[in-house]
């Protein structure tokens, strides 16, 4: 038995407290080690020394071979498959929602507990949606699985926990502006590429992965349309912060935007309160909320901007200001990694609350 708490490299933002308890050491898997959040799942088990007993990394059959560094050690990149998540504790999984529907399953009955990134699960009313500076209390209900949300909802009810505490919320309007690697590598590479293009000045490639060139516009559209005229993105967002937030009357109306931006997901958020609401209350709120950093003086330029938020656990909050014709509502401005706490980071958070609460 070790005593444990997660460690905060950088410049990270205030921890959710995580139970101080006597912790076992964890056999852990990545599933789905190869790419984008998968490298950062691996990442941070280092940089927040989690205390891993043992690691698996596996993949589909394209990057299973292949070789992945964890703590000065070279491990291998293995195939999916049942014998692999044998003795396993944890599973961070990072896949398509159709290869966690098939796998996550078996790893459950191979005794693991699953912290799964897809959109496989999060709706299914089993299966707790948790961020942990949320709804902590939701991850020691599993019955095997728990759903990582999706990170535009990460992040904004990160921001709207204390106010909705406080004040509760009534109605969230959300514009986002998300970045291409939400889209993985295959979003980070066509922008990229068309750079590229751009800068030789030979013919732009047909976009494969947006629905439109993204290098130098905003694309309307994250995910199909359905047949409201919203996007899956769109009803994420609506579905994903009523459960995680614990309330099915808290009214979402999203619209989720494409930008040629590589990294962080920004978001134009006005919430309207039961109750009149202050800039100096919410600020105040803001300042003493777990995993919110806030960066809010116009006059010296200083607010959230997505470049500064890749890299860094934060969720920024800043031009905050009142709606000028209602006493009940708040503009804001929130910025956050999404590779990070809009996935990676969220993920890891969860497995720190399972090896502390000896899950």
């Given amino acids: 038995m070790v005593r444990w708490a997660p460690s905060r490299p950088g410049r990270g933002p205030r921890n959710v407290e995580v139970p101080s308890r006597e912790v076992v050491v964890k056999n852990v898997a990545v599933v789905g080690a190869s790419g984008a959040v998968g490298d950062r799942m691996v990442r941070l088990l ?29 491990c291998p990149i293995g195939p999916l498959e049942e014998s692999a998540f044998d003795g396993v504790d944890i599973v961070l999984s990072s896949t398509p929602a159709s290869v966690s529907k098939e796998w996550s399953p078996i790893a459950v009955g191979r005794g ?8 496989a699960w999060r709706m299914d009313p089993s299966v707790p949606l948790v961020v942990p500076e949320v709804n902590p209390d939701e991850i020691a209900k599993h019955h095997g699985i728990i759903a990582n949300p999706n990170c535009s909802t990460i992040q904004m009810v990160v921001a709207l926990k204390p106010i909705h505490d406080h004040f509760r919320i009534l109605r969230v309007v959300v514009s986002t502006y998300q970045s291409v690697s939400g889209a993985g590598m295959k979003g980070m590479n066509e922008l ?33 349309f359905l047949p409201d005229g919203y996007t899956k993105e769109e009803i994420k967002m609506v579905n994903e912060t009523r459960k995680i937030m614990g309330d099915p009357t808290i009214e979402v109306c999203p619209t989720c935007v494409r930008v ?5 997901h920004s978001e134009s958020i006005l919430v309207e309160t039961e109750r009149p609401i202050s800039v100096e209350a919410a600020r105040a709120l803001w300042e003493k909320a777990p995993g919110v950093t806030l960066l809010d003086d116009p006059a010296r330029r200083l607010y959230p901007l997505a470049a500064d938020a890749a890299g860094r ?47």
């Fill in 46 to 74: 280092e940089s927040r020394k989690f205390p891993v007993g043992s690691i698996k990394f596996l993949a589909s059959p394209r990057s299973a071979g292949k070789t992945l560094m964890f703590r000065g050690e070279t």
């Fill in 260 to 264: 040629p931006v590589p990294f962080s």
């Fill in 313 to 359: 656990d934060d969720v920024f909050v800043g031009r905050v200001r009142r709606d000028p014709g209602r006493s009940n509502a708040l503009l804001f401005w929130c910025v956050s990694d999404n590779l990070l706490k809009g996935a990676a980071t969220n993920a890891v958070q969860i497995a720190e609350f399972l090896a502390a609460l000896g899950r």
């Fill in 192 to 224: 990229d590429e068309q750079t590229r293009a751009s800068v030789r000045g030979t013919a732009m490639p047909a976009p494969a992965k947006f629905a439109h060139p993204i290098l130098g516009n905003c694309v309307p559209q994250i995910d199909d």
């Fill in 112 to 119: 693991a507990v699953v912290v799964d990134n897809s959109s």
